[in-house]
Structures are given as structure tokens and as C-alpha cells.
């Protein structure tokens, strides 16, 4: 009988130990994102320049929206910033519902003049060569399939 191979959980005050950590408690987070909580959680104050460089050893690509993303699951700041409430300002409105739009059942009867008829129109013939030629090619391949059954007998 042999003894399991036992793997011991990283070191807590190793980068490993607490990524793992922090892994658990927030489930889903890149690796970036927690790394800004780790350090945030040393000093709340920190910015992005002030530990880029220690990223950059554990090979953890950090940007502003990551340092934003820890901000917020720490609760140091409102998910809303200054800047997203004025870019939402200049943006449209994606919460307010829209009204349903009213689609005519039949175009307006303006003697076949406007543009949406004529391509209505349009795209009609094109279907209907279309089936037809899809027909006559069903009728070669079943004349085709008759001629080699007679020929194999």
C-alpha cells in the first residue's frame, strides 16, 4: 500500500498562498484584480505606480480597471465614478426601456415609388429564381440517380 502523495496548501505569506486566499474569497477575479486587493488592503491609499513594478515581477499585467475593480469589491469607492457618470451623460441611456416600435403590416401604397417596395420586390424574384433553379436541380440529381439504378441493374 502506498501513501497518498500529500500536497501541502502554499504558505499564507507567500504570493502563492495568498493568491490562493484571495482566489477562494473572491471567486471569479483575474489575477490582477486580486493583486490590487492585496495591496490596497496593505494601504488603501496606494496607486497604480506605486506597485506596478512589483506586478510586473509575479508577471501580473495590471491596469486602471483593475485597481478600479479591487476599489469596489473593497467598497473603497461607489461603483458609479466621476468619469463613468459623465460619460454617461454623453451617452445614450441603455437603462430607460424603449417603446416597442410600430411596424406597418403592408408598405404604403404610394404607386410602387418608394425605395423599401422596390427592394421588397426585389428580393422577391430573387427568391423565387432561386427556388426555381433549386427545383430543376432536384429534378437532374433524381433523373441522374434513375439513369445509374437502371444502368447497375
Known amino acids: 500500500m502506498t501513501d497518498p ?3 501541502s496548501p502554499p504558505a499564507v505569506d507567500t504570493w502563492e498562498g495568498i493568491l490562493a486566499a484571495l482566489r477562494r474569497r473572491y471567486p471569479g ?3 490582477s484584480v ?3 486587493i492585496n495591496k490596497l488592503q496593505q494601504n488603501a491609499e496606494l496607486t497604480l505606480r506605486d506597485f506596478r513594478a512589483e506586478a ?3 508577471g501580473i499585467p495590471v491596469a486602471g480597471r483593475a485597481l478600479h475593480s479591487a476599489r469596489i469589491l473593497l467598497g473603497l469607492q461607489k461603483e458609479e465614478s466621476p468619469a463613468s457618470s459623465a460619460m454617461g451623460a454623453l451617452s445614450v441611456d441603455v437603462e430607460r426601456p424603449r417603446p ?3 411596424r406597418q403590416q ?3 401604397d404610394d404607386g410602387g415609388a418608394s425605395i423599401e417596395t422596390k427592394v421588397l420586390a426585389a428580393v422577391r424574384q430573387i ?3 432561386a427556388g ?3 427545383e430543376q436541380l432536384r429534378t437532374a440529381i433524381r433523373e441522374a440517380i434513375a439513369i445509374l439504378q437502371r444502368a447497375l441493374g
Open 5 to 7: 502523495e500529500t500536497v
Open 29 to 31: 477575479q483575474k489575477d
Open 34 to 36: 486580486l493583486f490590487c
Open 56 to 58: 510586473d515581477l509575479y
Open 100 to 102: 416597442p416600435r410600430q
Open 106 to 108: 403592408e408598405p404604403p
Open 127 to 129: 427568391q423565387s429564381a
Open 132 to 134: 426555381a433553379q433549386s
